[in-house]
């Protein structure tokens, strides 16, 4: 069987760097030749096809970067491209990246009529000393106000928010979800601050809340948006039910095939019996069985659901638990980090909190 296709389309550019980000390329230029870079999009989408044929598209993101720095003629070309070489799927999920900085009320409602159904917006923080502290250039209001356009627009509507910043208490940290809240969020995104090499933070030397205490607020989150009738379904995502789930970050967590458009672009294809990188809107290399076997083992405990042996052979090939650990799993499941049967594994609510040692000791 073959799997229904996602496209990550790729814009590079910020307004300005946030001090935390490390995924930063440049900042957006004065003079930008959009036409350009809407052509080499489509070129690429072309080649694509040319490889893997008329495939079926579940979902087109729009991410960087900050891609609502683009026209919306822009996106509703590439989206036109798209459909002339693949078959979009009636109720495609169509998402684009927006940060409150960008946010024009006009614009925000030409990417709904250009095709967009999901919005993403990078508020980071409902708390204006937040704001200051990560470097961002939208105030408090410009937040809400893009919030509140977002919520009433789009079919589907998420923010990103960082937690676990320096001093901070769960007292202030809830009353940022409250706010969240007030806007009939279906879904939600909650990033840990973590401090990356290369980044403002890391050669300032500024440190975020100490792992104990991140992961106290993290369980008080979780245990807290339960209650507000969102389940964890990713280990920072949360939705109030599975039709509002990201459909598109999906197929990255269950090992879906999915190309990336666009410089920095990254994707998994099969076809033809063989898996491959994708990277600048190119092949780049062959992934072996066991490499895309490590990244499923990766992807897959991040889901709650975790991941299932038939689904996990199907992609790689290999026999997940052939390829586990064995004396890690048992060791793992009597402590209560996993719960594995002859079907499937899935990391615990303890497990979640030390995902990565418990990956790194299944993988040993």
Not at 22 to 48: G, M, Q, S, T
């Amino acid at each position: 069987m073959v799997d229904d296709l996602a496209i990550y389309i790729h814009f590079l550019y910020c307004k300005s760097r946030c001090p935390y980000c490390d995924f930063f390329r440049a900042l957006h230029p004065k003079v930008f030749d959009e036409e350009a870079l809407v052509a080499r999009y489509l070129e690429e989408i072309k080649r694509f096809a040319e490889l893997c044929g008329k495939r079926k598209v579940k979902s087109v993101f729009f991410g960087g970067g900050t891609p609502s720095l683009l026209s919306a003629c822009a996106v509703e070309r590439v989206l036109e491209g798209i459909a002339g070489h693949f078959e979009i799927k009636s109720g495609a999920e169509i998402s684009l990246e927006a940060n409150p900085n960008t946010f024009e009320k006009e614009k925000f409602l030409d990417f709904r009529r250009a095709g967009v159904n999901r919005l993403s917006l990078g508020v980071q923080t409902l708390e204006p000393a937040g704001l200051k502290f990560l470097g961002r250039t939208h105030s408090l209001d410009e937040a809400l106000e893009a919030m509140a356009l977002g919520a009433s627009a789009f079919d589907k509507f998420s923010i990103d928010l960082i937690y676990a910043r320096p001093e901070q208490t769960w007292e202030a940290w809830q009353k940022e979800l409250d706010l969240a809240l007030t806007f009939g969020l279906k879904h939600i995104s909650l990033y840990e601050l973590s401090i990356e090499e290369g980044t403002v933070f890391y050669k300032k030397n500024i440190k975020p809340l100490n792992e104990e205490d991140a992961a106290r607020l993290y369980e008080q989150t979780v245990f807290y948006l339960r209650s507000k009738g969102f389940e964890r379904y990713e280990v920072s995502n949360f939705a109030l039910d599975e039709k509002n789930r990201s459909e598109h970050n999906l197929t990255y967590w269950q090992g879906g095939d999915y190309i990336g458009i666009g410089e920095g672009a990254h994707g998994r294809l099969k076809t033809h019996g063989k898996i491959y990188a994708t990277v600048d809107g190119e092949i780049k290399e062959e992934v072996s069985a066991l490499e895309r076997a490590e990244e499923l083992l990766f992807m897959g405990l991040r889901l709650n659901e975790g991941v299932a042996a038939e689904r996990f052979f199907e992609v790689c090939g290999v026999e997940l638990f052939d390829f586990l650990n064995s004396e890690a799993l048992k060791r793992l499941a009597k402590l209560n980090l996993v719960y594995y049967d002859n079907c499937h594994i899935r990391a615990t609510d303890k497990g979640f909190l030390v995902l990565d040692e418990v990956i790194r000791e299944l993988l040993d």
